[in-house]
């Protein structure tokens, strides 16, 4: 099994300030045949279901802010927000797609300083 | 817009069998894989396992054979059985519509999730 291994646990930003979230996998997510790596970024507000914002570790989804982006390759990857806003506190996943089972990491919980 | 909600009891018995449903709507379920991730209170996400219409199934093996995942193309709508449950199965159980790359993929959109609780 990949596992996913994020860090921080937590982290308190002040609004308008940057949010950095790590995700390193345990093997490589990148598939080599087509250059892509096979992780996706979920956000999670409370009594919420998880959202999808980003795939291929650093493709937008559609609608998310652009202030959301998605960094990394192979082993370790990054999700910013540039600056924060009030909803965005969340817990943050990371997922990888590169083999079953599919795997997430243990979630970042953003919350205001 | 698709959209998915689960249904099925909320509190199982420690060794019965935990059913749950998902109705999709405005989506056909033949269209694409679907899939079933659980979280236990404060905790992260476990998937479960995903299936096509045509058959196709892929489990997690942490959950050892006791899960199967069907579809019922004339309802819309997809099936979780999770037998013999212990209190650790306790968890919201979310559906979710699968972006299938390769053997696996990313989850959107996502149901609400329905909490269920295994207790005596």
């Known amino acids: 099994d990949i596992v996913m291994t994020q860090s921080p646990d937590s982290l308190a930003v002040s609004l308008g300030e940057r949010a950095t979230i790590n995700c390193k996998s345990s093997q490589s997510v990148l598939y080599s045949s087509n250059n892509k790596n096979y992780l996706a970024w979920y956000q999670q507000k409370p009594g919420q279901p998880p959202k999808l914002l980003i795939s291929w570790a650093s493709t937008r989804e559609s609608g998310v802010p652009d202030r959301f982006s998605g960094s990394g390759s192979g082993t370790d990857f990054t999700l910013t927000i540039s600056s924060l806003q009030a909803e965005d506190v969340a817990v943050y996943y990371c997922q990888q797609y590169y083999s079953t089972p599919l795997t997430f990491g243990g979630g970042t919980k953003v919350e205001l300083k | 817009q698709v959209q998915l909600q689960e249904s099925g009891p909320g509190l199982v018995k420690p060794s019965e069998t935990l059913s749950l449903t998902c109705t999709v709507s405005?989506?056909?379920?033949?269209?694409?894989?679907w899939t079933w991730i659980r979280q236990p209170p404060g905790k992260g996400l476990e998937w479960i396992g995903h299936m096509h219409h045509s058959g196709s199934t892929n489990y997690n093996p942490s959950l050892r054979g006791r899960v199967t995942i069907s579809v019922d193309t004339s309802k819309n709508q997809f099936s979780l059985k999770l037998t013999s449950v212990t209190a650790a199965d306790t968890a919201v159980y979310y559906c979710?519509?699968?972006?299938?790359?390769?053997?696996?993929?990313?989850?959107?959109?996502w149901g609400q999730g329905t909490l269920v609780t295994v207790s005596s």
């Open positions: 405005g989506d056909s379920i033949r269209s694409h894989f």
């Open positions: 979710a519509r699968l972006a299938a790359v390769a053997e696996g993929g990313w989850f959107d959109p």
